[in-house]
C-alpha cells in the first residue's frame, strides 16, 4: 500500500508560479511511475503531467501545460514535484498526484493506470 500526499496548493495571479509537491510513503519509491492530474469544477479529471520510475526519468505533459510545468523527482526525499509557472485561471483545479508500478505502466496519462492517489491540493488562478 502506498500513501500519497499532495500540498503546495494555493491561490495565485495569472503569471505568477506555484510549487506542488507529492509525499509517497512507500521504501521502493524508486520503483513508482508519478502521475499529477487535475479536476475542475463540472469537468473530468485530466492527465497534466507524469514521470517514469528512476531509471527512465522519462517525463510526459499535456499540450496546454508544455513550457510552463516541469516535473522532477527526489527519491531521496520520496517526493515528487510539479513546478507551475505561468499560471492561467484554466489551471484553477484540484491537483491529485498518483503512483503506479513502474512495470505496471504504460502511457501514464491515463488514470486509470494508477493503483494509488493522493487526496488532492486546490489551485486557484486568478484573472
Known amino acids: 500500500q502506498v500513501q500519497l500526499v499532495e500540498s503546495g496548493g494555493g491561490l495565485a495571479q495569472a503569471g505568477g508560479s506555484l510549487r506542488l509537491s507529492c509525499a509517497a510513503s512507500t521504501r521502493s519509491f524508486s520503483s513508482y511511475a508519478i502521475g499529477w492530474f487535475r479536476q475542475a469544477p463540472g469537468k473530468q479529471r485530466e492527465f497534466v503531467a507524469a514521470?517514469?520510475?528512476?531509471?527512465?526519468?522519462?517525463?510526459y505533459y499535456t499540450d496546454s501545460v508544455k513550457g510552463r510545468f516541469t516535473i522532477s523527482r527526489n527519491n531521496a526525499k520520496n517526493t515528487v514535484e510539479l513546478q507551475m509557472n505561468s499560471l492561467e485561471p484554466e489551471d484553477t483545479a484540484v491537483y491529485y498526484c498518483a503512483a503506479v508500478r513502474g512495470d505496471l505502466a504504460s502511457t501514464l496519462r491515463t488514470a486509470v493506470e494508477y493503483d494509488y492517489w493522493g487526496q488532492g491540493t486546490q489551485v486557484t488562478v486568478s484573472s
Open positions: 514521470i517514469s520510475r528512476s531509471g527512465g526519468g522519462i517525463t
